[in-house]
Each structure stands twice: as structure tokens, then as C-alpha cells.
């Protein structure tokens, strides 16, 4: 895999990820390195897809960034995930530690490694400056009756209220990694419940546009892009910043006699030069056999390709002429 990245320890850390998912069985896309956008990597394995941002520092990853991942994530039906080497002041992401990142989880690399290749969830997430443990209750309550403990006993051993205990037995309330661990040594029980990470990269809730973000078409030509996708059905539509995919649109409801959802991944080159086009013919199609979404490319020349490897090359006037409703015959 060739990498274009001029820091040779940022080089080696996308090569080691990428390494991670090829050894995992995963199908990689062409990587999006240095593009500054939401995502640098798709990868799949059978119905899992994630959509993957590597960073060195996840304190730079920006909110701009955070919305468009999220946003891509639930149209592909995909994971986001953050994999990441520092915070802050560059100290190191510790493993087996899951951070967030505008609700988006952000691993280490070694994190990732072990949850791939050796089926090792991480047990520990950060929350507001320290790090916590989720617990099984129920167990606790059951091996602190079998040393019979009350509640209150409990509590001045390991330190904390009763009420505190109470909390942690009914599973409402995370514990901190100290505290955890003094209960496991009392106990002499290990009470820690793995992080399930896919169901984190999930747990997203509402999508909410930032103020910041200044998406949407901001061309006469990218204008006439829209009005065709609104046209033939694709109205769920996110319009990118830094990244060759400038459209991502996808049917709202089944649109054809198949009942099928349609998605399109889109380039738009208004003055397309033969390397911005090739390498955008690159990445869309890597990209969209990946996500199995339709790859599109709309040129602002007069060309008349119809395809090259796989992906639709359409000239802006040919959209603008096109009649047909059915996204699935594009030509």
C-alpha cells in the first residue's frame, strides 16, 4: 500500500491499521490520507462496515468532521470509529481504553489491534478526566451477600457511601477504576463487563447539524446535482467538505418496483483535469464497492465517458438532459 504521508511515524501508524483490518479479513478502500476529511478508511467484513478516521491526535478532530462521520455512518448503515495515538498536550492514548470524541469512540491502535486479532474488548472508558468501568451488578450483589457483607459494611470497606453501592448493585451507575479495583480485591471476584465497542459506535443518538457546518451545494454546478438527485428520489443527501466524495444521496423509501433503497456516492470536477478525475474514479469506486452504494462521477466538460472501471462519468448537460427516474439505470 502506498501512502503518500511526508511524517514517516504517521506513515507507519496508518500502515499498522491498515495492516490490522487486512489481517482481520477485512476489505479496505483506498485510503483517504492527509484530505483533512471526516474518514480515511472504509473497511468490511461480511455485514459489518466502518467507517474510520485515523488521527494522531483526537483532540484535533473537529466537530465539522464529527457531524459528516455520523451523518455517513447512519446513510451507509456503517460504525464510526476514531483510532487515534495522542490527546491533549500529545500524551498517549492509554490501551484497552475507550475515549469519546463528540460521541464517537476513539481507540488506540493497540485497542483496535487486540478487539480484532485477539477478540479483546476493551474494559475501561474515559469520563470526564478519569477512567470508569461498567459492573455487573447483579454478581456484585451476590458475592458480597455470599461474604455477608450489609450494605453499609461494604461501603466503609471500599470506601464509598452506601448509597453508592446500591447504585452500582441495580447497574445504574459506572464505577471509577480505583474503586473497582478495591472491589475486586475484596471480593476476590472479577465483576468488570467488557466494553461492546460496535454497540458504542452506535449509540450516536439524534444527528445534530452544527452551526459551524456550511454544507450543501455551493456551485451552479453542484445546484443542477441536487435538483437531479431530489428529482429521481435521493433526498437524504450530505454534502461533504474534504473529501474527493463530495455527495453522498440516498432514497428516503424504496423508489423502484424491487422495493430497493438507493444510495450514491458522488464526485463533482466543475474543471477536471485527467489526474483529478482518475484519482476520483479511484477513490469513489474503492469507496462504493466497499459501502455497496452506486459511484458516480459528474464532470463540468462536455466529456462523453460514459464509464471507466465500473463508475458512471457523466458530463453536467448530460444530468441536466437525463429523463430517467430509476437511479439504477444511470448511465
Known sequence: MNLLIADKQQQQFYQDVAQILEQSQF?????????????????????????????????SFKEGQAYELQKLSYMLDGFPLIVGQSIRSNAEIEDGVVYTRYEIPAVSKETFRNLLL?????????????????????????????????????????????RAVYEYERGTVD???????????????????AINL????????????????????????????????????????????????????????????????????????EQPASDDVEQKIRVTYSISKIAEAD???????????????????????DLIKSKKKNPAEKS
Not at 480505583?178 to 471476584?189: C, S
Not at 459511484?295 to 448537460?317: E, N
Request: a positive charge; glycine letters at 8%; one cysteine or more.
Open 295 to 317: 459511484p458516480l462521477i459528474v464532470l463540468g466538460d462536455d466529456s462523453k465517458k460514459s464509464s471507466i472501471d465500473g463508475v458512471s462519468v457523466v458530463s453536467i448537460d
Open 198 to 269: 460496535f454497540k458504542e459506535m452506535k449509540r450516536i443518538g439524534s444527528i445534530t447539524t452544527p452551526s459551524s457546518h456550511r454544507g450543501g451545494p455551493k456551485s451552479d454546478i453542484e445546484r443542477e446535482v441536487k435538483k437531479h438527485f431530489d428529482g429521481i428520489g435521493l433526498k437524504d443527501q450530505l454534502w461533504t467538505k474534504k473529501i474527493p466524495i463530495r455527495i453522498l444521496a440516498k432514497s428516503m423509501e424504496p423508489i423502484d418496483e424491487m422495493e430497493k433503497i438507493y444510495t450514491t456516492i458522488t464526485s463533482i470536477s
Open 27 to 59: 476489505d479496505i478502500s483506498t485510503p483517504l490520507l492527509g484530505s483533512g476529511g471526516c474518514f480515511d478508511l472504509v473497511a468490511k467484513k461480511q455485514t459489518v462496515l466502518l467507517l474510520i478516521k485515523l488521527i494522531m491526535n483526537i483532540d
Open 118 to 162: 485477539k477478540r479483546l474488548p476493551p474494559l475501561i472508558y474515559a469520563y470526564r478526566g478519569g477512567f470508569k468501568v461498567k459492573f455487573d451488578g447483579a454478581l456484585l450483589k451476590e458475592k458480597r451477600l455470599e461474604k455477608s457483607f450489609s450494605l453499609g459494611d461494604f461501603a466503609r470497606e471500599v470506601g464509598v457511601s452506601k
Open 175 to 193: 464505577v471509577s477504576l480505583e474503586t473497582a479495583m478495591k472491589i475486586e480485591e475484596l471480593l476476590d471476584e472479577p465483576l468488570t463487563v
